[in-house]
């Protein structure tokens, strides 16, 4: 589904309203994602995300990526204590996150 949100004077009775185009029909109900989805395309960002089942399949299934992400951040916390940094500002945390990744990367080469 690719959705277009406009705002247009509908006839008759000139009467300003907000308007969905979706695969070539005009709608007057609002679409799931769709202003979402506009916003981003302006910017030039492709937002992947599971499909809904009232649209085409144009991702397919996310789970292996969504799986391998979450054992990433899973496996960086448990090894480089990420939730115990014991930082107290953004720059703070920032930097000891650094530090810790600096120092596994160190490892790693070492070997």
Avoid: C, Y
Wanted: hydrophobic fraction near 45%; avoid cysteine.
């Amino acid at each position: 589904m690719t959705a277009l949100h406009v705002r247009a004077v509908v006839l008759p009775g000139d009467e300003e309203r907000d308007l969905w185009i979706v695969n070539g029909r005009i709608r007057t109900e609002r679409v799931a994602g769709a202003e979402f989805e506009r916003d981003m395309t302006e910017l030039g960002i492709t937002f992947v995300r599971p499909d809904r089942r009232d649209e085409t399949r144009r991702f397919g299934t996310l789970a292996l990526i969504r799986q391998r992400i979450e054992s990433i951040i899973n496996t960086a916390k448990r090894q480089l204590s990420l939730e115990q940094h014991g930082a107290r500002t953004a720059a703070g945390v920032m930097a000891r996150v650094a530090q810790r990744i600096l120092a596994l990367a160190r490892v790693f080469h070492a070997e």
